[in-house]
């Protein structure tokens, strides 16, 4: 098992502690233990063998013995038995985003709920809304929540996605048969669920190039295999595809493959006005049948009269209009990223301390980092005090003298409460050089209370940017209800930033609304949440959907040096 399996491992033991109803303590235990092997910085197994298991804040005696069993057996008796306890269907419905494991504990006991079907007729019979302190509209939430996951089963987030194509291209590229390699469809347009997996590639010998896809170590079923198409199932259950195609029509494949279908429609209507006629194979004349290849995408896109549309931006949103009128945007990249301003030490609920990120920056390259650990009454982990913050101040003195090649504000990530009040006063915001403000509870208020809540924070004259200002967890919790047209409005009108929040299953704001926050003058900023050294490496996910957003550098706040920044500081102070 690797960490990511030791990680998931440890997040079941604890959603099975609670559909069990166990003490929150031993709930909480396995949820940060399973954080803290995601934020290892190395193989879980080195520790074991040095046995320095137990040196990871976050996992003590007990949780280690079952984290040694995991790597030793690949399963552990403790949470063998904690599945036995409960009928396959119901541990999936507590997995349901609007669910959980109370609503699935109380629907199997009070109702003899077994699975997502029975769940559905519950909740459509009226006997979900009649469990105490229910009602309607909870059941309507999870029919609704249900209905979701029709549409997305089988689809996963683009973070668990990429890596695991990254290392397969890896292993491939290792085969001298193959030329060009890349990754096509919705990863490549890096979406924030993919579905199958489609590879497109040149080979100098298709066959052993083949032989090398199906026979990889990655590989659980082969699913179809020719000298063109083969078809693999990975060992985590993502399908892919890898096409072989002559050299010199590489560029028609990897763009018809790389979509979107809404783009490729658009496109084709496009050519069609003009006597062209698209495939996989490249550009038709419908005048005189000729076909002409293309072995890249800008050859293929100039001979539409087009300027190259990055992949990001191909999803039928104007891309190319603006591609044939000169006014695409010159979308950010990681590169143009010069600090990061969000992340967590273990002052908080981080799993490294304050040195220990401020090098994580600096080995990046990075200009300056705020260090933003969680107030008091954030929900999880543990909050800083109004005095711990000052204290944390001190310290921070002395880590400057250790790091004089990057600059270091001072910050937190302080809750917005339910009646949008934050967790400090003025008086202490206002030593801050940058305030993030976050909802991390009271997620079922209403729109109106909602949007008053963030409002609230917005308009506070100390608050520099919001945090994931949806909520949203990708493919576990909805985004809360939220009048965003009000919200970007009240950020451009009060020099508010609004986040891209780079945790792959945050992603937060999403791409369509960072587009609409963008063309109502909001300042973006990009960040990655870093709670390790090694989520700093996030930052591409979150870069992603700013570049879906049509985002350019002038567009992130987190692009300009210290010195522009702190302009912009002083411009947003009271």
């Known amino acids: 098992m690797n960490n990511t399996d030791v990680a998931d491992a440890l997040s079941e033991i604890a959603e099975l502690l609670e559909l069990k109803d166990e003490s929150s303590f031993r709930i909480r235990a396995y949820e940060n233990a399973s954080k803290a092997v995601s934020n290892l910085n190395e193989d879980v197994q080195a520790l074991i063998e040095r046995d320095e298991l137990t040196s990871v804040k976050g996992i003590g005696k007990s949780i280690a013995e079952r984290v040694e069993d995991l790597v030793a057996q ?57 469990l105490p302190r229910f009602g309607e509209k909870s059941a309507e939430n999870v029919i609704r929540a249900l209905d979701r996951v029709r549409k997305r089963e089988s689809r996963i987030s683009l973070g668990k996605a990429m890596p695991v194509v990254e290392d397969l291209i890896a292993v491939l590229q290792e085969c001298d048969a193959f030329q060009d390699l890349t990754a096509a469809g919705s990863l490549r347009r890096w979406a ?29 079923q082969v699913l179809g295999q020719g000298l063109t198409k083969s078809s693999i199932l990975t060992d985590n259950g993502l399908q892919v595809d890898l096409r072989i195609v002559e050299a010199e029509a590489f560029g028609s494949l990897v763009q018809h493959f790389t979509g979107s279908r809404d783009h490729n ?31 890249d995408e800008v050859s293929f896109y100039r001979a539409l009269g087009l300027d190259y549309i990055p992949p990001e931006l191909r999803e039928a949103g104007g891309e190319i209009e603006a591609a044939g009128n000169g006014s695409l945007p010159t979308l950010v990249t990681v590169e ?46 543990n909050g800083l005090s109004a005095e711990q913050l000052v204290e944390q101040g001190k310290l921070l003195e002395e880590v400057r003298k250790a790091h004089p090649e990057i600059k270091i504000l001072t910050g937190t990530e302080l809750e917005i409460k339910r009646d949008g009040s934050l967790d400090f006063p003025d008086e202490v ?36 940017a919001i945090g994931h200002p949806t909520g949203r967890l990708i493919g576990r919790r909805e985004p809360y209800a939220l009048d965003l047209e009000a919200v970007f409005r009240a950020a451009a009108k009060n020099h508010t930033a609004l986040e891209i929040n780079s945790f792959p299953d945050r992603l937060d704001l999403a791409d369509r609304h960072a587009r ?24 591409r996910y979150g870069v992603a959907m700013a570049r879906r957003a049509w985002a350019e550098p002038s567009n992130v706040l987190n692009t300009r040096s210290f010195d522009e920044l702190r302009k912009w500081l002083s411009r947003a102070a009271p």
Not at 87 to 109: D, F, K, T, W
Not at 192 to 220: C, H, K, N, W, Y
Not at 440 to 457: D, I, K, P
Request: glycine residues 8%; charged residues 25%.
């Open 74 to 130: 690949g399963h552990t008796a403790y949470l063998d038995d904690l599945r036995a306890e409960f009928p396959a269907g119901v541990r999936e419905l507590m997995r349901i985003p609007g669910v959980g494991p109370s609503l699935a504990r109380r629907a199997y006991q009070e109702l003899g709920v077994l699975n997502i079907e029975q769940l559905r007729a519950a909740a459509e019979s009226g006997a979900l809304a009649e």
């Open 429 to 464: 915001l206002a030593s801050l050089d940058w305030v993030i403000a976050s909802v991390h509870s009271g997620f079922n208020q209403t729109e109106e209370e909602m949007t008053r809540r963030v409002l609230m924070a917005i308009e506070n004259p100390h608050v520099d």
């Open 336 to 381: 143009d990223i010069r600090g990061d301003l969000h992340m967590h030490s273990d002052w908080s609920d981080g799993a490294a301390s304050i040195d220990e990120m401020i090098q994580a920056a600096v080995d990046r390259g990075y200009e300056y980092v705020a260090l933003t650990d969680h107030s008091t009454t954030i929900g999880f982990g």
């Open 192 to 220: 924030p669920t993919i579905g199958d997996i489609d590879l497109m590639a040149t080979s100098s010998d298709p066959a052993r190039a083949m032989e090398a896809f199906v026979g990889g170590p990655q590989v659980r």
């Open 516 to 539: 609409r926050a963008r063309e109502l003058g909001v300042m973006l900023t990009i960040n990655t949440d870093a709670h390790a050294p090694v989520n700093f490496e996030n930052i």
């Open 265 to 295: 429609i658009e496109l084709r209507e496009y050519a069609l006005a003009r006597g062209l006629s698209l495939n996989e194979y490249g550009i038709t004349s419908t005048e005189t049948r000729e076909i002409q290849a293309f072995s």
